[in-house]
């Protein structure tokens, strides 16, 4: 696999693959030197057009990590600002050579483009409301190490279906790691023929204890260009995930950032069923397992006892 664009570009097998390199890495972030030497001498560019807390810095600790140089740019305080193109900018990134370059933009598109210009490796950071393969990839990570194979469960996606790209990922990765998603929100932010993906549509939450994990998304307003619902008290109280409706056996994620009293409440938030937390632990190394598949090489075996693995020090 030379890019990651899609979680259309990944089999199950695929993608138990990129989870079983990151359980390996996740016993190097156990370690007190967190660091091993996979891709010294490498570069990373990451490139965020958008707003990121987790995604970008995730992204900067798993490469460094792995010991490349890494490069972050953000839109603002950068020449984008001055109107430089993308296919400008990449150009000009492309003067350093990078192996990987990993981009976050609002244009669907944006990161197929960057694969088709630069000779990088390119990992899609969320275009738009198209996909956000790596959220998924880190979704599925963290589910199978709170229940195991995901197989027959029962997965409902909540809330703002239509602004998210995560649910497109997630959906996809769900669906092909064997489970059954259904998505529950109001008709207006359920895209049409959504079904077509696989997974099954509620506009109520009356059926929302059959699930055994509840994934609440955020209300996009950036991304919303007219009212598509009356007020957010009124989505709240509709579609709101609450101690009322959460049960006790079931798994609650969110990808972050919470608006707190929209589509979560305090009290789940800080539940010990939130897995919410786990989600951005997982976020390194799932991300360290994605570089280190497209860099290293898919024929590397999967391992601890990989030479790449071995702390950096023993290799000096
Ligand atoms: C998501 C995103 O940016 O698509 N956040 C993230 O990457 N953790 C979801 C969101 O912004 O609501």
């Given at each position: 696999m030379k890019h990651l664009l899609s979680i259309e570009d990944l089999s199950r097998e695929g993608i138990e693959r990129i989870l079983d390199r990151a359980a390996s890495f996740a016993e190097v972030a156990g370690r007190e030197i967190k660091k091993v030497p996979a891709l010294r001498g490498r570069t990373v560019v990451n490139l965020f057009y958008e707003a990121s807390t987790r995604t970008q810095s995730s992204f900067e600790l798993a490469a460094k990590r792995l010991s490349a140089d890494v490069v972050s740019i953000k839109s603002t305080g950068s020449s984008v600002e001055k109107g430089e193109s993308?296919?400008?900018?990449?150009?000009?990134?492309?003067?350093?050579?990078?192996?990987?370059?990993?981009?976050?933009?609002?244009?669907?598109?944006?990161?197929?483009?960057?694969?088709?210009?630069?000779?990088?490796?390119?990992?899609?950071?969320?275009?738009?409301?198209?996909?956000?393969?790596?959220?998924?990839?880190?979704?599925?990570?963290?589910?199978?190490?709170?229940?195991?194979?995901?197989?027959?469960?029962?997965?409902?996606?909540?809330?703002?279906?239509?602004?998210s790209r995560v649910a497109r990922s997630n959906i996809l990765a769900f669906r092909r790691m064997g489970a059954d998603v259904t998505l529950s929100g109001p008709p207006t932010l359920i895209p049409r023929g959504i079904e077509a993906l696989g997974c099954e549509v509620e506009t109520t939450l009356d059926r929302l204890p059959e699930a055994d994990v509840v994934y609440a998304l955020r209300m996009q307003r950036e991304r919303m260009t007219q009212a598509f619902v009356p007020t957010l008290r009124e989505y709240a109280e509709r579609y709101q995930v609450n101690a009322a409706r959460l049960g006790p056996d079931q798994l609650l994620m969110h990808p972050g950032p919470v608006n707190r009293g929209v589509e979560l409440s305090a009290d789940v938030i800080d539940s010990p069923q939130a897995l919410i937390g786990r989600q951005v632990e997982a976020g390194v190394v799932v991300r360290m397992a994605v570089l280190y598949e497209l860099l290293a090489g898919s024929a590397a075996p999967v391992g601890v006892t990989d030479d790449a693995l071995a702390p950096a020090e023993a290799l000096r």
């Open positions: 993308l296919k400008d900018t990449i150009q000009t990134l492309s003067s350093y050579d990078p192996a990987a370059i990993v981009i976050r933009s609002p244009q669907v598109g944006a990161a197929d483009l960057v694969a088709r210009w630069s000779p990088a490796a390119v990992i899609n950071a969320g275009d738009g409301k198209h996909e956000h393969p790596t959220q998924a990839l880190l979704d599925v990570y963290t589910l199978r190490q709170a229940m195991g194979d995901l197989d027959g469960r029962k997965i409902w996606i909540v809330g703002d279906v239509l602004h």
